[in-house]
């Protein structure tokens, strides 16, 4: 079945030090798609990455990098050197080529950047 | 830039009122979600259309019915609003298959 987990309710660090949020998928499929998304305290969702499952390749983007594991069918996102703008809800979210489009989102982790 | 619009930003409905939320996208995208989103739920599908006048029942459609008429635009329906659609809402549109998705801004319903 088609699921995404966020272990992490709820994390808070202070300014500059560095976080990791964590995100497990389950998928019966080989072909698929991760994502994260950061909703700020506006409320409207934002797209931060997209990653298919052959592309097991670390991204890193500014601040940002995310770490794909199919091994242990992870996605995990850290920031590095936190900031008080980085505070949000991030989602990790999933969807499955062989399906009709579907696209699954973890309950998310609220993420408190501390100044 | 991608643009999807939701007509109201909060809304307050009695029980047993017929609501509709209204989404738009201006970007021709042949996807449109709806999800709603609660505390330590996270975000769940309530109904999805990939094409007009088609739709598809997500995880959670009981109590909601959904409209495209127009490919830009997606409504939601609350036949008879219960306190327990309270909640809020997110619309979102989709380019294609497995393409990320842009969100509007939400619609906090209120039913009292």
């Known amino acids: 079945a088609q699921k995404v987990t966020q272990a992490q309710t709820e994390i808070s660090v202070v300014e500059k030090e560095d976080v990791t949020l964590d995100c497990v998928y389950e998928?019966?499929?080989?072909?698929?798609?991760l994502f994260w998304y950061k909703q700020p305290p506006s409320g409207e969702l934002v797209f931060l990455i997209r990653?298919?499952?052959?592309?097991?390749q670390n991204e890193i983007s500014g601040r940002y990098s995310w770490n794909f594991q199919k091994s242990t069918s992870s996605f995990n996102f850290t920031i590095t050197a936190s900031q008080v703008v980085d505070s949000a809800v991030y989602f990790c979210?999933?969807?499955?080529?062989?399906?009709?489009?579907?696209?699954?989102f973890g309950k998310g982790t609220r993420l408190h950047i501390l100044p | 830039d991608v643009k999807v619009t939701q007509s109201s930003r909060y809304l307050v409905k009695r029980t047993g009122e017929k609501v509709f939320l209204e989404c738009v996208q201006d970007?021709?995208?042949?996807?449109m979600f709806w999800y709603r989103q609660d505390p330590g739920l996270g975000l769940r599908l309530i109904y999805f259309?990939?094409?007009?006048?088609?739709?598809e029942k997500g995880d959670i459609p009981e109590g909601y019915s959904v409209s495209r008429e127009k490919k830009e635009r997606f409504s939601l329906i609350l036949e008879s609003a219960s306190t327990n659609q309270t909640s809020m809402y997110l619309c979102?549109?989709?380019?294609?298959?497995?393409?990320?998705?842009?969100f509007g801004q939400g619609t906090r319903l209120t039913v009292v």
């Open positions: 970007m021709d995208h042949e996807n």
């Open positions: 979102a549109s989709t380019l294609g298959v497995n393409t990320e998705a842009f």
């Open positions: 990653r298919n499952s052959f592309d097991e």
């Open positions: 998928t019966r499929d080989t072909t698929y798609y």
């Open positions: 259309s990939y094409d007009v006048k088609m739709k």
């Open positions: 979210a999933l969807s499955e080529a062989n399906r009709d489009d579907k696209i699954i």
